[in-house]
């Protein structure tokens, strides 16, 4: 029985006891049937014994025994396998949390970091231009906050290898770190030892129980290496995705470092700039050589850029002199004269070597310099960090050094270079100017000297010292014309000495020419400042009186002169004489009068000898002229002004800008009564004062009234009118005021021309008067420039808008091409100034094409249009103008040729790096090879050979430029240019006959 249990236990052992306990009762039921039934070992009936029944019932409780021991073992697996099912699940449910709340945390800190690279680069875009500094302390300050660590860094490499400085610094620990590093003895320059600030680190870390610490290099625009170092609290770490943006977050301040720099190296050029024009204007307006020198050095010191400059020469002991300085460290460097020998270590600065080398040199580290080491120090007191010099050039030899300074390395860029280049060639320049200045000053002193004496010889009395009949017919003309423009007289008063010849004939020529300058002084003495005094030789007089209100004033003078010349004049001898006064007078009372000064004189002198002759029956040693006013004794000119036969003539101005008439220009002219025409050259010498500003006002008012008669064809057009300077008076422009009120028309479309050769505009007095007409609202021009002498200076005071050159320049450009440099540097002249510029004398298409060529913006001549009359100006404006194509002539090939030739070469001077040396070395490239291709074959093939040498040349120039402009040569290229030239002249000369008749015309 035992046996058949074996299967059930070892079922037990296998399957669970739920499957087990089944399949037992199913065999138990089964067996208690079949043996009911009389199956098994006891399909017999026997009968039931107890022993049997006991067995029965013993393995039926064995039965439940074992089963219920197999139920309770099988229990107690199931709760152990159910205890250990609870402890698996729980521990992965906190590993899946902890993994979870890592992974936030992670996340969180790259959304801190990305949040906080986003902040840094909003803080690059806003900041450029700001201090570094503050820039590096908002930075660590921006990740500090953004990601909540304790301690945030920036360091750079010092100015030695083993050195590093300490830029930033941020946290709540950011003050006591910054307090123990400082009190590290291992200061070495601007820095630290690199090791022991480390050390220094890791003992802060220790201390303050800091963890783990990330670090990011990036590369300054000079070179040296910086550090931003993050500092964790200890048990936190860093993300991997911390280090890609924390190198993006480096990689972005190094751009913005480099923009910084770029930045401020454009500023520093600027500003540079700008000192050069104030060194330009330093140059031209230094007196001395010491005034030159330092403030050409202050002005860069003024810059902002350098902390010291200065300009020094070799003595004669071989030491340097400093000739001028700026800057408070200059000073204190220059008390020690520096030697110029290379064969001493004090001999290695950079000004040294720059002498020695005569070229420029720059330290962009000058503390890195090994050669400076004796005096490292030194330039560490003063705050020196980078160093150049350069020669100046006076009188074409190397002269001195100009040294600069700066506070930062790496800040000598090839701008600041070339500025600082222009800097010593303008201080050169201006040392040239001084001595040339001082030359034609001492020149000038002794022609002034030499003219001061002729003049003496050629205009004053070499007895008396008072004027002569010379000075004083020119002064009366002058005085005349002053008379014209007042209400008062000019009286001309002739005196001759009675009684003078008996003083010769008793004490002597040495007694009567010590009584004539006794009287001229007495005269000198007794006359108004306004009034002259002159002798016509032997005992004559002659005194011009101005501003005479009236006849009882006149007679108020003669008086006293009277008195004075009649008074008693001890002689050297001591003894006294008398001389008697006979005068005439003239007056001159306006110029309705019509006199001449010789006439006037001529008056005076019939006076006199009126007053002579009558000396007893006369009550006063005077008597005047009584002069007859006719009309016919009038010069011709100022008959037909006054008849009114004046005719207003009109010349159209080509603006060439927009290929139309820009306005035109009224022309006087007289008609006689034969119908003759008198032209300005004829009728202005006629003309005074009065006449002349009548002329004005009669132009002014028939050309307004022409200009509006234009109606629609003479919209937008300009009329100009020539002001005589001398009729210019306070009454005469009121009267030119109401003439521009009458005519209702835009003042701005009036021009008022101004002829350069006269002497008013050298007069303090011009510029207020010019001002007034410009108040007007009119437009002021200054006509003829270059037909007399006219000061730049001046030019530039005067408050005009446009300026026309003379025709005289224009004309002769057949036989002279080369003054159409002239007429470029004059078009320059008018584009700084900013006026408008009117070229006159346009006579042929040749001349046209040359100008329009070189862009002068307005031109007037008869190839033009000539001067014609109103009804005809009305009719040509209706016309349509030809279209033209420049240059179109071998004088426009000149010009163009001429232009193009002074821009390259202004450009090659200052920024050669524009030009591109390859294109402008090909000849095709150029426009003049096009206009050449279009000349007939005669010399054309010389001239394409000749202008495809220029450009070669060119090209040439401009690749040694790049490799080293100071050692360019520029002889070739002007060579190539002048030979070109000359046979563009040659063949222009060679032309027909006919073209410079037309030319000429």
């Known amino acids: 029985m035992f046996l058949l249990l074996l299967p059930i236990l070892w079922a037990l052992t296998q399957f669970p006891v739920d499957a087990v306990s089944r399949l037992v009762l199913l065999l138990f039921v089964i067996a208690i049937a079949g043996t009911a039934r009389g199956l098994g070992p006891l399909s017999v009936a026997v009968p039931l014994r107890p022993m049997t029944f006991l067995q029965i019932m013993g393995m039926g409780m064995m039965s439940v025994v074992l089963f219920a021991a197999a139920m309770m073992a099988e229990s107690a697996r199931y709760r152990e396998a159910l205890r250990h099912g609870n402890r698996w699940l729980e521990r992965r449910v906190e590993e899946r949390t902890l993994a979870l709340l890592q992974s936030q945390k992670e996340l969180l800190v790259r959304e801190r970091f990305i949040s906080a690279a986003s902040a840094v680069n909003r803080l690059f875009s806003e900041n450029v231009g700001q201090d570094e500094n503050l820039i590096f302390q908002s930075f660590c300050e921006i990740l500090q906050k953004q990601l909540e660590m304790p301690l945030v860094w920036i360091v750079k490499d010092g100015n030695a290898l083993d050195t590093a400085v300490l830029c930033a610094v941020a946290g709540p620990l950011a003050s006591t770190f910054r307090n123990e590093l400082e009190q590290a003895p291992d200061l070495v320059d601007e820095g630290r030892d690199k090791v022991q600030l480390w050390r220094t680190w890791r003992d802060f870390s220790k201390s303050h129980q800091l963890g783990n610490r990330i670090t990011q290099d990036f590369i300054w625009p000079d070179g040296r290496r910086g550090h931003i170092a993050l500092q964790r609290a200890q048990g936190a770490g860093f993300p991997d995705q911390v280090t890609e943006i924390l190198g993006q977050v480096s990689a972005d301040l190094q751009d913005f470092l480099q923009r910084q720099y770029d930045y401020f190296s454009l500023q520093r050029t600027r500003v540079l700039q700008q000192a050069l024009l104030r060194a330009g204007e330093v140059t031209l ?130 701008d600041i270079c070339d500025v600082l280049s222009q800097v010593a060639r303008l201080v050169g320049h201006g040392l040239d100017e001084l001595v040339l200045k001082q030359k034609l000053a001492e020149e000038k002193m002794q022609i002034e000297e030499a003219r001061q004496k002729l003049e003496k010889v050629a205009f004053y009395d070499p007895l008396t010292g008072l004027a002569n009949r010379r000075l004083l ?323 530039k005071e005067l408050p005009v808008d446009e300026i026309k ?120 490239s150029c426009p003049i090879h096009a206009y050449l291709q279009s000349l007939e074959p005669t010399n054309q093939d010389l001239l394409m050979r000749h202008h495809q040498l220029y450009h070669r040349e060119l090209g040439s120039l401009l690749r040694q430029l790049a490799v080293d402009r100071d050692q360019a040569d520029w002889v070739a290229l002007n060579q190539a240019e002048e030979s070109f030239l000359r046979l563009l002249r040659e063949a222009w000369q060679k032309q027909s006959p006919q073209a410079h008749c037309r030319f000429q015309d």
């Open 285 to 414: 307006a230094a007196e001395d050589v010491q005034e030159l020198l330092q403030k050409s050095c202050q002005q860069l010191i003024d810059s902002g850029i350098f902390i010291a400059t200065w300009i020094a020469r070799p003595a004669a002991d071989g030491c340097m002199d400093a000739l001028a300085y700026a800057g408070w460290s200059a000073s204190n460097a220059l008390k020690r004269r520096w030697p110029v020998s290379a064969d001493l270590p004090e001999g290695q600065t950079v000004g040294a070597r720059a002498w020695r080398a005569d070229a420029l040199v720059v330290q962009q580290d000058y503390l890195m310099d090994p050669l400076i080491q004796p005096w490292r120090a030194q330039a560490l007191e003063y705050g020196w960090r980078a160093a150049a010099a350069l020669p100046i050039e006076h009188g074409g030899e190397r002269w001195a050094i100009l040294a600069v300074i700066g506070d930062r390395p790496q800040m000598f860029s090839d």
């Open 473 to 795: 017919e020119t002064q009366l003309e002058q005085a005349m014309a002053r008379q014209e423009r007042q209400d008062h007289v000019l009286a001309v008063c002739m005196l001759d000495l009675d009684r003078f010849k008996p003083i010769n004939d008793a004490f002597g020529h040495e007694a009567g020419d010590q009584v004539l300058v006794s009287l001229g002084h007495r005269l000198a003495e007794v006359l108004r400042k306004n009034d002259m005094v002159g002798r016509f030789g032997g005992d004559e007089f002659v005194i011009l009186l101005e501003s005479v209100q009236n006849q009882d004033d006149l007679y108020q003078i003669l008086r006293k002169i009277e008195h004075v010349m009649t008074s008693p004049i001890q002689l050297e001898n001591g003894q006294s004489v008398r001389v008697g006064l006979s005068i005439g007078v003239s007056v001159y009372a306006g110029a309705e009068k019509m006199l001449s000064p010789e006439e006037l004189l001529r008056q005076a002198d019939r006076a006199l000898y009126e007053s002579k002759n009558s000396k007893k029956e006369r009550d006063a040693c005077w008597i005047l002229h009584e002069p007859s006013t006719a009309l016919e004794r009038a010069p011709l000119a100022q008959r037909l002004l006054a008849s009114g036969q004046l005719l207003v003539l009109y010349q159209p101005v080509w603006d060439t800008q927009s290929s139309r008439v820009a306005g035109m220009e009224s022309l006087a002219r007289l008609q006689a009564e034969d119908g003759s025409i008198l032209t300005p050259r004829h009728f202005l010498p006629q003309l005074r004062g009065s006449h002349l500003c009548h002329l004005t006002q009669r132009m002014l008012a028939q050309s307004l009234e022409d200009l509006n008669s234009l109606g629609e064809a003479g919209d937008g057009l300009w009329v100009s009118v020539n002001i005589d300077p001398q009729s210019l008076t306070k009454p005469c422009i009121r009267q030119i005021r109401q003439i521009i009120l009458d005519s209702g028309l835009d003042p701005s479309r009036i021009i008022l021309e101004i002829l350069e050769g006269t002497d008013f505009l050298e007069r303090n007095s011009a510029l207020e008067l010019l001002r007034q007409i410009r108040a007007l609202g009119v437009r002021l021009a200054l006509d003829d420039v270059g037909s007399a002498y006219a000061s730049l200076l001046r030019l």
């Open 805 to 924: 050159l003379d025709q005289g320049f224009v004309r002769t450009l057949a036989q002279r091409p080369d003054d159409l440099h002239f007429v470029l540097a004059l078009r320059d002249l008018a584009q700084g100034l900013e006026v408008d510029l009117v070229v006159e004398g346009v006579e042929n298409e040749a001349i046209l094409d040359a100008m329009m060529t070189l862009n002068i913006p307005l031109l007037q001549g008869r190839h033009i249009a000539r001067p014609m009359s109103i009804s005809r100006l009305r009719t040509w404006l209706r016309r349509k103008q030809p279209v033209r194509t420049h240059p179109s002539t071998l004088l426009g090939i000149y010009a163009a040729q001429m232009a193009n030739h002074n821009l390259l070469t202004k450009m090659a001077c200052q920024n050669p790096h524009l030009l591109h040396a390859e294109t402008l070395s090909d000849d095709k």
